[in-house]
């Protein structure tokens, strides 16, 4: 199997278990919201390895993994930056409070996030600014994801909230804090990973298609998963007008780059004499 193959084959996995989510309950769902992240956090750092090589992949776990970690051990010991929360015990083992699935979640999306931001970055203009315009798309593009992951996780009863407010609407049980605290770190974590993981995680090419759809998979399919199977239709909104921020410039450009694409190979076509182009 091909180094390709290899990340295509995880997402597919990966999309199975997402599709089998809603259809269950209880410690079912609990254990496959774990494998689920377990799939996530080995994709992104395989592809991280794959496709850029060893440095890459552990500037990945150094800064999305331990990052995680830590601000997630602040957050449960002090409340901050997020607020004050705790842990249930559904989601596995814990060290400091924390459960070690967590910082895992926020890898598994630290990745393609990034890959978005640079596909979206590329061209002309000052090197300075396109650093700037990468890491905000970035940032934004994985702290919008909580728009979707925090409402679900609350209401499975995987964390809860000591106090709650102010609550963005529709969404009561998580302050704004919380929102806020991810996005600060988001920005850390994205200005980090690029100086580590070196010179080639600015580019973007074939090796990063399932990275990207993995990106767009996560926004449409959450979108349709809260809105239609969870019941959680104001999260839907919310986290459709958050991820759009990325995901949807994201989406046009790829269409307009393979619309390009079609076009160029018609154009290309060898000419085969005795048929009319008119029929």
């Avoid at 991280?48 to 602040?74: D, Q």
């Avoid at 010991?77 to 607020?83: I, K, L, N, Q, S």
């Avoid at 090197?127 to 919008?144: F, K, N, S």
């Avoid at 399932?210 to 969870?230: D, G, K, N, R």
Wanted: proline share 7%.
């Amino acid at each position: 199997m091909t180094r390709r193959g290899i990340s295509w084959t995880l997402l597919a996995v990966l999309v199975l278990a997402q599709i089998c989510y809603p259809l269950t309950t209880g410690a079912t769902r609990a254990g496959l919201t774990v494998a689920t992240v377990v799939l996530g956090w080995l994709l992104s750092v395989g592809h991280a390895l794959l496709s850029r090589g060893p440095r890459a992949a552990v500037a990945l776990v150094a800064v999305a993994t331990g990052g995680g970690f830590a601000i997630e051990a602040i957050g449960v010991a002090t409340g901050v930056p997020f607020g004050s929360y705790d842990y249930s015990g559904e989601l596995g083992p814990k060290l400091a409070g924390v459960p070690l699935i967590i910082p895992l979640a926020w890898t598994w999306m630290a990745w393609p996030a990034w890959l978005a931001a640079v596909r979206l970055t590329g061209g002309t203009g000052s090197p300075t600014i396109r650093r700037v315009h990468r890491i905000t798309l970035a940032a934004l593009g994985l702290a919008a994801w909580d728009l979707f992951l925090d409402p679900q996780m609350v209401a499975e009863g995987y964390w809860v909230w000591r106090d709650a407010t102010p609550a963005l609407p529709g969404l009561p049980g998580i302050p704004v804090s919380n929102y806020l605290g991810w996005l600060l770190f988001a920005v850390l974590l994205m200005s980090a990973l690029r100086p580590l993981a070196g010179p080639d995680a600015e580019r973007t090419d074939h090796r990063d298609h399932p990275m990207i759809a993995l990106y767009l998979w996560t926004y449409f399919s959450s979108i349709l998963a809260h809105a239609v199977f969870l019941d959680l239709p104001a999260s839907a909104l919310w986290g459709a007008a958050g991820m759009s921020v990325t995901a949807v410039p994201l989406a046009v450009i790829l269409l307009r780059a393979r619309r390009a694409s079609d076009a160029h190979r018609e154009s290309h076509q060898p000419h085969r004499p005795g048929v009319d182009a008119t029929r």
